[in-house]
Nanobody
């Protein structure tokens, strides 16, 4: 049974930082592309960042380039998203996903709120 468990969300002031973690189990972690999505109230879910199994291919949404950084530790079956220079518009539920071929798994999400 595949499980993805996100953590690290919270309330942060504009300009602040957070690090999100997603611990995976029940899958061969290195064979999955890991992605972070987010969904703000009233908006569609959007892809924020993705990273290939060996961390060779990394991509970001234009809205977060230069501010967010995705990484993974295959020894710990964990993917991270470092959020920096946060803006109120970054407020959303952040979801971790694992994708390989037709297999696509989701975590339960972690809330990030950017507000003064």
């Amino acid at each position: 049974q595949v499980q993805l468990v996100e953590s690290g969300g919270g309330l942060v002031q504009p300009g602040g930082s957070l690090r999100l973690s997603c611990a995976a189990s029940g899958l061969t972690f290195t064979t999955y592309v890991m992605k972070w999505y987010r969904q703000a109230p009233g908006k569609e879910r959007e892809l924020v960042a993705s990273i290939s199994g060996a961390s060779i291919y990394i991509d970001y949404a234009d809205s977060v380039k230069g501010r967010f950084s995705i990484s993974r530790d295959n020894a710990k079956n964990t993917v991270y998203l470092q959020l920096s220079s946060l803006k109120p518009e970054d407020t959303a539920v952040y979801y971790c996903s694992a994708r390989r071929g037709a297999g696509h798994y989701w975590g339960q999400g972690t809330q990030v709120t950017v507000s003064s």
